[in-house]
Each structure stands twice: as structure tokens, then as C-alpha cells.
């Protein structure tokens, strides 16, 4: 398994340029790894050729619930056995009184039937018909909802001023843009533009300044969107300190600094550490993090007893026996499953130039426990975690 | 003149464009898949009126990032309940899986390894190799550290390969 991940990183360069020529020495004089690592990259290509989407079960009961009651004079078909598209058809293509919307500001496209109040005036949709409101500058609310379903016809008085048009793709639609003109049916293909008379100031082409006298209904829009800027000004202070929770508990992500001391770097670290074990039986590396600064190692070791944790321990100690990491913050973590004789041991440690700061510290920590989390397959009920040892100068002494 | 918004997508057309995709996401990422296609569409329609037709963020991309939340979150919960809950019956492979793969056998194979992949390790591995999704951004979504999202990812693929060979 332990050459299959190599195998899987060396296929998106994950691994350090040293690790990559020993692997690629190891491809080319081994014909079965070979064989494997060929068989890796077929299932890669596999996964890509999957399909993407499948075919659901039905309409989300959500959107039931949220449409208007529906007098259907054929049983519902359901999405099973059918391709997306012909579903797609059947959901419009279905027998009811059309529905209502409103279309304050903005455009939208509407397939099927469909009653729209577009800027005050009325269109019947029966077809696929694009339709754009042009409010006049005073005339609508900056809100985040400009198309409101309602389930009982309204009425709004015509926006003064604001400029509609009306374009069909398939069927037709019929609109009357004045209470004194016949009504219009746009056909295929056409593209028909009106303003509404009157608007703010006197503005606007038509048959007149004056505007038609506003229903109650107005208000209440009005006051719903009221309702829903407060929720969302509230969703949004909310999500604004589950942020800033989140950063605390996290940290923030550490790049690499530019001037970071030659021993830190990825490659040198690496080197250090694998002389390191050499010297430290039993103790091996299980992990290198390096995707952000500092590098964290996850170890591991086969040798049992309570004193495991010293064993690890002495690895980064002898990394800066001779001074090569200079003045250096340690922090370390230790973790082990509950699995009695097969329990699994790790030490996750990093070490970075002293002094660090605290936001340092915290992303470090975060990451570490985050490595050996994955390792113990985030079976936290189980784990036996111990406390993250804080900083050890290269005397030992924190 | 004043400038034109446009327009939130309606809701059925939500479901009709991008059901296929949220249902694929649900099947493959949850012992549960119906529950939580039900639940996934009531945050996407709750957070609707939220979204900005003229943000930076397509209609899918955002829809991915909702029901990716999502799945996390019902994965932490059930962690945290401490059920064990069992890879259910495979994803079918499709009618067009057979031409691109070779047999509808080898995806059917496929399709089995995954489902028995531990979850955290498919949910990487099906958003990065069948959504596309960049690593960095499961990272940022999941709340973690881009080095163990490629962990679980290389972890991934090792016992895919493991299992189909």
C-alpha cells in the first residue's frame, strides 16, 4: 500500500525531486511496479470517464412545498427511466392553471404557461419567451429578490417610466401594454418594446403623466423585502463570526516565506530527518507535509512500551545535534489508537526558526492534528491524544 | 437608463439543469443518498435568494459548493453520533459508461471500489477526478489543510487500485 501512495504522488508530483529519481530508478528496473503504476494511471483515467450525473429520484419534496397547488388532469411522470430532457418537458408540459409571477426589475426567461405582471403589465406566456424590466430610476427597491412568486393574481400599478420587452423564442405571448391599447401577441421571433406612461417627475413617453393609483398589494411586497434584507444583514453578521471562530481555531495558511534558512526548506529538511532515523531504530516517517510553512513530519515506531513518545522525540533532536537548525522552535504532538497490541503510535513534530508568533503556532498546531487525525482515521472516540509539548529551545529547555 | 440585474434562476429550472449532478454527488457520497437529496435541495432553495447571478460564481459552482457543505456536514454529525453505516447497493454505471470505459463489468467494478472507499477518502477522490473540483478549494471547504486533502487522495486512489487489482 505504502508504494501505491508513492505511486499515486509521484503521478502528481507530490514528491520531493530525490524521492522522484529513487522512484523512477525503481520503475524502470522493477517490471511488476511498472505494470502497477500503469495500472494507476488507467484507474485515474477511469474515475474521469464515470458518469457525472445520474438520474434522480424525483422532485425535491422542498420544491413541491414551495410551488402553488396544482390541478393536474394527468397522473404526475416521475424522473425514473427518463432522460433529464424529455423530464424537464413533462414538468412544464403538465395541465394547471398557469402560474403568477412578478417581475419587478431585471429579466428572466419563462418556459411554459405562465401569467407575468412584468413591470405592471400583464403577459400570458405560453411558450419560452424572454422578458426584460427597465425600471424607471426611482421605481423599484434595491433588494436582492427581484422576481417574487405569488400564488393569488396581482395587479401592480404599472411602473411609470420603466421600459419592457418582450422577445419569444417558442409559442407566443400576449401582453397589453396600455389600459386604453388592444392587447398585442407577440409571435415567434419577435421582439417588442414598450414604455409605460407616466414615472417619477413627469418623465415618459404616452398617453399621459399620470399613473395608475398603487393596491394594497404593493406594500406588502414592499414590507417582505424588508424582512428579508434584516434576515440577511443577520446571516450575514452570523457568518461573519463563525469566520472568525473558524480562524481560531485554524489559523491562518502560513506560506513560505522567502528568506526562510536553508536546513527548513522541504528538500533539506527532508535529508535531515532521513539521516536522523538512520541513526534511530524502529522510528520511521510515515508522512512529510511541506504545502506550508513549517514542514510537519508524522513518525511512527515499532518499538513498544511506555515510552515510545522519547524515542520519536529524539529524532529532531539529533536533526539539530550539531547546531545545523540554529535557534529552533519545536512543537510536537503525539497520538496512539486504543488497539491495545496493535495500537498505532505517532509523533507529529515541526520546527521552525524561533521565535514563532502565535498565529504560527496555532496553523501549525491545526495542521499537525489534522495529519494525525487522518492517520487514526479521525477515530477521535478512540484516540489517545496526548498534549501538543509547546517549544523546546536546542538545550531542551522550554 | 438604469443598469440590468439578472435574474435568479427559478427553481424548477434548478432542478432540471443541475438535478443530475446533485443526485450523482448525493449517491456517491452518502449512506443515505435520499435524505440527503431532500435536505441538500431545501439548503439550495433556502439559499437562493442569497445567490449573485453577477458574482464571480456560476449557478454550478455555487449549487457544488452548497451541497458539498452539505455532505460534510451530515458526514461530521454521523461521526460524531458514532454510526456505522454501510456502503449501500453500487451506482449503476450509466448508458454511456460502457463506451467510455470499455465494459459496463470495469465501471460497475469501479463503482464498487469506490463505494467501499472510507468516506472521507471518496468524497476527495469523486470532486477532484469525476467534478473537477481544485484541491485547494476542498481544502477551503472542509477546513483543512491542503496537505491532507492530498493525503486522502493519494490514499484514495492506492486502494482503488488495491481493490481492482
Known sequence: MNDDVNLSRLLDGDLTPPEAAALRARLAADPALAA?????????????????????????????AAKPPVRRHVPLLTYVGLPMMLAA??????????????????????????????????????????????????????????????????????????VITVTVYEGTATWTPSAEAPARVVAVGESQSVQVPGGPAGGGAGSGATSAPRPASLPEALARIDTLERQLAGARLQAGINAGIVQTHEGVAQPWPKDVPAPF?????????????EASPGASVVEVDCDEFPCIAVLTTSAPGADWVSGLEAVHERMNADGTFGDVGVMGLAAATDDGEDARRYYAF??????????????????????????????????????????????GEE | MPALRLALPEPERLVADHGGLVWALC??????????????????????????????????????????????????????????????????????????????????????ALALLPEPWRRVVVLHHLHEVPLERIAAEEGLPVGTVKSRLHRGRAALLEALT
Open chain 1, 89 to 162: 418537458g413533462l414538468l412544464f408540459a403538465l395541465r394547471s392553471p398557469p402560474a403568477r409571477t412578478v417581475l419587478l426589475s431585471g429579466e428572466t426567461v419563462v418556459d411554459g404557461q405562465v401569467e407575468l405582471i412584468a413591470g405592471g403589465l400583464p403577459v400570458t406566456i405560453d411558450g419560452r419567451v424572454r422578458v426584460i424590466v427597465e425600471p424607471p430610476a426611482a421605481g423599484v427597491r434595491e433588494s436582492g429578490a427581484e422576481i417574487i412568486s405569488m400564488d393569488r393574481s396581482h395587479l401592480l400599478a404599472a411602473l411609470g417610466g420603466a
Open chain 1, 36 to 64: 502497477r503504476f500503469a495500472a494507476l494511471q488507467r484507474t485515474v483515467s477511469a474515475l474521469q470517464g464515470l458518469e457525472r450525473e445520474l438520474v434522480p429520484p424525483g422532485i425535491p419534496r422542498a420544491l413541491q
Open chain 2, 27 to 112: 449517491r456517491r457520497l452518502d449512506p443515505e443518498p435520499e435524505d440527503a437529496w431532500q435536505e441538500a435541495w431545501e439548503k439550495l432553495l433556502r439559499a437562493l435568494p442569497r445567490f449573485d447571478p453577477g458574482g464571480t460564481a456560476s449557478v454550478r459552482t455555487w449549487l457544488m459548493t452548497v451541497v458539498h457543505r452539505h455532505l460534510v456536514d451530515r458526514h461530521r454529525r454521523r461521526t460524531v453520533r458514532g454510526d456505522v453505516l454501510e456502503a449501500d447497493d453500487v451506482v449503476d454505471p450509466g448508458p454511456g459508461a460502457s463506451a467510455r470505459l470499455g465494459t459496463a463489468q470495469d465501471s460497475a467494478a469501479l463503482e464498487r
Open chain 1, 350 to 395: 515541526a520546527m521552525a526558526p524561533g521565535p514563532v508568533s502565535e498565529e504560527g503556532r496555532a496553523r501549525t498546531g491545526f495542521r499537525g492534528k489534522a495529519l494525525v487525525d487522518e492517520l487514526t482515521h479521525e477515530g477521535q472516540e478512540d484516540r489517545e491524544a496526548l498534549e501538543v509539548m509547546g517549544y523546546l529551545s536546542p538545550t
Open chain 1, 265 to 277: 526548506r522541504p528538500e533539506a529538511f527532508r535529508r535531515h530527518l532521513d539521516a536522523a532515523l
